[in-house]
């Protein structure tokens, strides 16, 4: 939700948006209460509040930015992190 002011933003050298899918977010939120989700949502509450309004974040608040934002997918397990990583730090010029 950084994004949604313009102050914020200007502060930014470095924007990173990971793209999750529709199916995964309503998953993921919709998952029992645990350490990797300590607010559950109903897959109600996710399908007709949740994503419609990450959906709009997107759309007034990431896409305008445009190449300024770098899209990466979002992390899906364990395995996929060292991989996310290596290119943030290739963004910001780190090796």
Request: aromatic share 6%.
């Amino acid at each position: 939700q950084l994004l949604h002011s313009d102050k914020v933003v200007g502060l930014l050298d470095h924007i990173f948006h990971f793209d999750l899918d529709k199916d995964e977010c309503v998953r993921r939120r919709s998952a029992p209460r645990g350490p990797n989700n300590l607010n559950p949502l109903s897959e109600w509450q996710c399908q007709n509040i949740l994503w419609p309004t990450h959906e709009r974040y997107c759309q007034e608040c990431v896409v305008p930015l445009g190449d300024r934002v770098v899209l990466l997918p979002a992390v899906l397990g364990p395995e996929h992190v060292a991989e996310l990583a290596a290119a943030v730090c290739e963004a910001v010029g780190l090796k």
